[in-house]
């Protein structure tokens, strides 16, 4: 299973330190409302919010979007 993070961060480089996050598979800079965007891969549902946790904790962090894959 996997799910998209968004990031608001005006730090740089912090899809670089995001990379660093367990279960992250891509991590990379983006434009527009938000200033990253994270791919992870999870086994259960649960395990989202240990890692967006770990996320939020980061300095620089303002905030998170989360969006979990649907396969229909």
């Known amino acids: 299973m996997r799910a998209i993070i968004?990031?608001?961060s005006p730090k740089k480089l912090i899809?670089?330190?995001l990379r660093k996050i367990?279960?992250?598979?891509?991590?990379f800079?983006?434009?527009g409302q938000f200033d990253a965007v994270v791919v992870i891969s999870?086994?259960?549902?649960n395990e989202i919010k240990d890692i967006t946790t770990m996320i939020q904790k980061?300095?620089?962090v303002e905030r998170t979007?989360?969006?979990v894959?649907?396969?229909t």
């Open 6 to 8: 968004l990031v608001k």
């Open 29 to 31: 800079p983006v434009s």
């Open 42 to 45: 999870i086994n259960e549902l």
């Open 15 to 17: 899809a670089a330190r």
């Open 65 to 67: 979007e989360t969006m």
């Open 69 to 71: 894959e649907v396969n």
């Open 22 to 27: 367990r279960c992250v598979v891509e991590s």
């Open 58 to 60: 980061i300095s620089g």
